[in-house]
């Protein structure tokens, strides 16, 4: 199994960027695809961006493309997502998530770090 711990969230104003990182434990790192999701106030769980094993597939909500950038590092077992031009609706908390399968179709990100939370000031 995979151990992943999120860090990089905190408090920003519209407009502002952070970069969230993920570390995660395990000798195949490079065999899972990888993903964040986020849970904001009073919605659903959604997936915000994906990479495939090898990093040669991405996906991205509609909401974040052109904004936020995934990648990855399989020398560090890390992934990483750029969040640029942030807006109060990206408040939320955000959790990296392991695809054994190794793509990135959300049902089968079935291992996830504890979150960290990050809120975006209007």
């Known amino acids: 199994q995979v151990q992943l711990v999120e860090s990089g969230g905190g408090l920003v104003q519209a407009g502002g960027s952070l970069r969230l990182s993920c570390a995660a434990s395990?000798?195949?790192?490079?065999?899972?695809?990888m993903g964040w999701f986020r849970r904001a106030p009073g919605k659903e769980r959604e997936c915000v961006a994906a990479?495939?094993?090898?990093?040669?597939?991405?996906y991205y909500a509609d909401s974040v493309k052109g904004r936020f950038t995934i990648s990855r590092d399989n020398t560090k077992n890390a992934v990483y997502l750029q969040m640029n031009s942030l807006k109060p609706e990206a408040t939320a908390v955000y959790y990296c998530?392991?695809?054994?399968?190794?793509?990135?179709?959300?049902?089968?990100?079935?291992?996830w770090g504890q979150g960290t939370p990050v809120t975006v000031s209007s």
């Open positions: 998530a392991a695809n054994l399968r190794g793509g990135v179709l959300p049902r089968y990100f079935g291992s």
């Open positions: 990479i495939n094993w090898s990093g040669s597939n991405t």
């Open positions: 395990g000798r195949t790192f490079s065999s899972y695809g």
